[in-house]
């Protein structure tokens, strides 16, 4: 097989939400990569003004073959992912986070993919919550992303998550990704629905696997699980089809309400790592909170959607 070129892009607006020295990890478990980033065509790090200078400079220095774009501030995860795959250099454009530890094998599984399905538009990584006491145990079941699924080759998938995922080079520049959204955080759904509707084929890669940082505490996470909750019904005003996602966060499997997808990893991890359940009792209330302030986010965003639509009402009454 003939290894296409590739690129690695990664936006720095997820550090707003997390702790900036992850950044360090983040870099460390690209640049263990075979083949290595080197070797890339750009490996480019989008910058808005926000991270501390001395760890921008300590991070170009060593890695060589990192490069700095600025963008302005204030951008938001989406738009800066849309900026960073507007001009791809390479044949694979390869979309990472800086909150995100890549394990070994993940470069060379997208890279693999491509070149041993010429029809595969979109490569899908797996990206989880690594387990290690009660408060990791209740983002495994509240935060956005599945416990690994244990496959060995690349299956259909009907979506993927923007710190994890690679894109042939004419899928980018047919379909970029869209700027400006009215969301906070999702964009990995609606980007989803677009290629599914352009019939562009996605696969996931069990292979490329990465651990994705928990919320920094209850307060973050509740904080974003808030707004999740309104995005998930802002999704229902934009692209379609409606029926395909319909604001599920989760791109791999069909879709489900929350506590079904809740219950289905607390079945993966009794068989993956059940000594965590010990935990459960803990966890659990952690978990709850959580999921309330999800439905609050839900709450807040009908009642403002419903108070719009009287607003509009009134207006043409009056008219």
């Known amino acids: 097989m003939t290894r296409p070129t590739f690129s690695i892009l990664m936006e720095t607006s997820n550090l707003r939400l997390a702790h900036v020295e992850r950044l360090r990890a983040a870099l460390a478990s690209i640049a263990a990569q075979d083949p290595s980033p080197s070797e ?3 490996v480019v790090l989008l910058e808005d003004g926000s991270l501390p200078r001395e760890l921008l400079a300590d991070v170009s220095r060593q890695h060589p073959w990192l490069r700095l774009q600025r963008v302005d ?3 938001t995860y989406g738009d800066q992912k849309s900026i960073s795959i507007a001009a791809p250099r390479a044949d694979v454009v390869v979309v990472a986070d800086p909150d995100c530890i890549y394990e070994p094998g993940w470069l060379r599984a ?7 399905d010429a029809a595969v538009g979109a490569v899908a990584g797996e990206t989880t919550i ?4 009660p408060f990791t145990l209740a983002a ?8 690994f699924s244990g496959g060995t080759a690349p299956a259909p998938a009907r979506g993927f998550y923007l710190n994890n995922v690679a894109f042939r080079r004419a899928v980018v520049e047919r379909h ?3 700027f400006g959204l009215p969301v906070r955080g999702g964009q990995n759904v609606l980007y989803s629905r677009l290629l599914d509707s352009a019939g562009v084929p996605i696969a996931r890669h069990p292979h490329a696997r990465a651990f994705h940082a928990p919320p920094e505490d209850l307060w973050m996470a509740m904080r974003i699980h808030f707004w999740t909750g309104r995005d998930t019904l802002r999704f229902d005003r934009l692209a379609a089809p409606r029926d395909r996602f319909s604001g599920d966060y989760e791109p791999y499997g069909p879709p489900r309400g929350r ?15 059940p000594a965590m359940l010990l935990w459960l009792p803990v966890a659990a209330p952690i978990a709850g909170s959580v999921f309330a302030a999800f439905f609050a986010g839900r709450t807040v965003e009908r009642w403002t959607q419903r108070r719009r639509g009287w607003r509009r009402m009134r207006t043409r009454l009056s008219a």
């Open 73 to 75: 501030a204030g951008l």
């Open 130 to 133: 690594a387990i290690c006491g």
């Open 140 to 147: 495994a079941l509240f935060f956005f992303f599945p416990r």
């Open 110 to 116: 997208f890279l693999e993919a491509f070149a041993s």
């Open 176 to 178: 970029p990704i869209p």
């Open 259 to 273: 506590i079904g997808k809740m219950l289905l990893r607390l079945r993966d991890i009794a068989r993956q790592q």
């Open 40 to 42: 890339a065509e750009e």
